[in-house]
């Protein structure tokens, strides 16, 4: 699986990487998160679905919408909201402003996998 590293190569054109399991999937007593955390693990089985549903192409969206197209980002971040709602966790921070974004999403993760002690 080929994921963009930054904003400016969406296509993943100028880098690959690789993704580890950071659960008790690979890393046995040495796991650092619970496995329904594990973003390596929850990836590749998105990643899965998506081409057993959608075909076996380079081109095909991690993310689809029922439709079977691309979705937006307006559209994940709704999904992710209703996802917080569902959690009972808030969206909005002490002053009114939104707390869930494609920002927070992303340095959230990464903010939590360091603290668990997982290298980059």
């Not at 080929?2 to 400016?8: I, N």
């Not at 969206?61 to 917080?84: C, M, N, W, Y």
């Amino acid at each position: 699986m080929t994921l963009s590293k930054t904003k400016t190569d969406p296509n993943a054109l100028g880098t690959s990487r690789t993704h580890l399991c950071a659960c008790p999937v690979s890393r046995g007593d040495s796991a650092s998160v619970h496995p329904a955390a594990c973003p390596a693990c929850a990836t590749w089985a998105q990643s899965r679905w998506a081409l057993e549903t959608f075909g076996d192409n380079p081109s095909t969206p991690l993310f689809r919408s029922a439709s079977g197209d691309q979705i937006t980002g307006h559209a994940f971040l709704k999904h992710v909201e209703a996802a917080f709602k569902l959690l009972g966790l808030p969206i909005r921070g002490h002053g009114g402003g939104k707390t869930v974004g494609e920002h927070s999403c992303r340095n959230g993760i990464a903010v939590y996998l360091a603290s668990r002690g997982v290298p980059v």
